[in-house]
């Protein structure tokens, strides 16, 4: 059984940083890419930011290039978000979330974790 | 970037009913489109993708249908655990990139 567990999310004052983390488990993590999409509260979806199985290929947000920074660990079959220069804007709950069908930059989701919450406020 | 569009963006509807909900990206994606339930409070959960696969454990009430770039999504018989919010997602081109939501509620 798949499952994704994010974790690392807080309570963090404008211009402050997080790591966020994500444990994979039920499936070959270097095999897939992985993405992390977030939801500000009441409002929809935004991806942030994707990167390849191989951790070699890197793609973000024009909303988060620059302060956010997706990395992977295969031999702890983990998945990060470094978080940096954080605005109220980037409230919301992140997700992490395992490639379905589509290219390397750009494909659906079939798998997600619960999300972890990220509150950016003084 | 694909811009992506849904209506309505939210519905009233009863158990039983058929509900169908459009959406359209600003241009062709080629069937590469997703659609994702989302309760509240829950992670969104895939429920086709190439726009009308249906993910392993679906209900078979829930199709997809479309082509170039305007999609559907139909309930045939809304069930009560089908009150939720759509989302479509195309990932024809990156970014990959969603529709507003459409809430279906009582």
């Known amino acids: 059984e798949v499952q994704l567990v994010e974790s690392g999310g807080g309570l963090v004052q404008p211009g402050g940083s997080l790591r966020l983390s994500c444990a994979a488990s039920?499936?070959?993590?270097?095999?897939?890419?992985m993405s992390w999409v977030r939801q500000a509260p009441g409002k929809g979806l935004e991806w942030v930011s994707g990167i390849s199985g191989s951790g070699g290929s890197t793609y973000y947000a024009d909303s988060v290039k620059g302060r956010f920074t997706i990395s992977r660990d295969n031999s702890k079959n983990t998945l990060y978000l470094q978080v940096n220069a954080l605005r109220a804007d980037d409230t919301a709950v992140y997700y992490c979330?395992?490639?379905?069908?589509?290219?390397?930059?750009?494909?659906?989701?079939?798998?997600w974790g619960q999300g972890t919450l990220v509150t950016v406020s003084s | 970037d694909i811009q992506m569009t849904q209506s309505p963006s939210s519905l009233s509807a009863s158990v039983g009913d058929r509900v169908t909900i459009t959406c359209r990206a600003s241009?062709?994606?080629?069937?590469?489109l997703a659609w994702y339930q989302q309760i509240p409070g829950k992670a969104p959960k895939l429920l086709l993708y190439?726009?009308?696969k249906l993910e392993s454990g679906v209900p078979s009430r829930f199709s997809g249908r479309g082509s170039g770039p305007d999609y559907t999504l139909t309930i045939s018989s809304l069930q009560p655990e089908d009150f939720a919010t759509y989302y479509c997602?195309?990932?024809?081109?990156?970014?990959?990139?969603f529709g507003p939501g459409t809430k279906v509620d009582i």
């Open positions: 241009q062709g994606i080629s069937n590469s």
């Open positions: 997602q195309q990932y024809y081109s990156p970014p990959p990139t």
């Open positions: 979330a395992k490639k379905g069908l589509g290219g390397s930059g750009s494909y659906s989701l079939d798998y």
């Open positions: 039920g499936f070959t993590f270097s095999s897939y890419a």
């Open positions: 190439a726009a009308s």
